[in-house]
């Protein structure tokens, strides 16, 4: 290979890092755009509307809507907290469950309430939460969609 053929391939290779590295950042702080509205749909058996931020000013919550079929949220944080509420689930057993879920990330756990779960998981310095909304549904349903949802959010961090 060339001198020049290389020199090339280095300059090109250093450009596509400068330019995708501040969009893997911008990702992590923008829930909505971890998710597409068709990725949520499968998961919900129907589709939804694009992911809406809850405040307009703050795009570290997302949520996509799905009418009857339930609706999705996803909460970005630090990996502290991640870290915060594993040391702190051995003192809420009995009013929350917490079941540590294996081969999401590096470390994932199911916080639950009855019916009501979410995932969180930590992934480097990122930890997220995807919680399936559904009234219909069974909480085995519910945590699969979470699954799917989450490997998604863990490939684009």
């Given amino acids: 290979m060339s001198r020049i053929r290389q020199t090339r ?13 501040p969009a893997a950042h911008a990702a992590s702080d923008d ?3 971890l ?10 058996g129907a589709p939804v ?5 809850i405040t307009p000013t703050d795009h570290k919550v997302c949520t996509w809507a799905g009418g009857k079929a339930g609706w999705v ?4 944080q630090s990996a502290a907290k991640f870290d915060a509420a594993k040391r702190e689930a051995p003192a809420l057993a009995g009013a929350v469950a917490v079941t540590s879920v294996s081969g999401l990330g590096d470390g994932a756990m199911f ?7 979410g995932l969180v998981v930590k992934k480097g310095g990122v930890s997220f939460k995807v919680a399936v909304y559904q009234t219909n549904s069974t909480l085995d349903k519910k945590q699969a969609a979470e699954k799917v949802l989450a490997a998604e959010v863990i490939s684009r961090l």
């Fill in 9 to 21: 391939l280095l300059v090109t290779a250093a450009l596509a890092a400068a330019v995708l590295a």
């Fill in 49 to 53: 509307e694009p992911g809406k931020p």
């Fill in 73 to 76: 949220t996803l909460m970005l």
């Fill in 35 to 44: 998710l597409t509205p068709a990725q949520v749909g499968a998961a919900l």
């Fill in 31 to 33: 829930a909505c755009a």
């Fill in 111 to 117: 916080v639950g309430m009855g019916q009501n779960v």
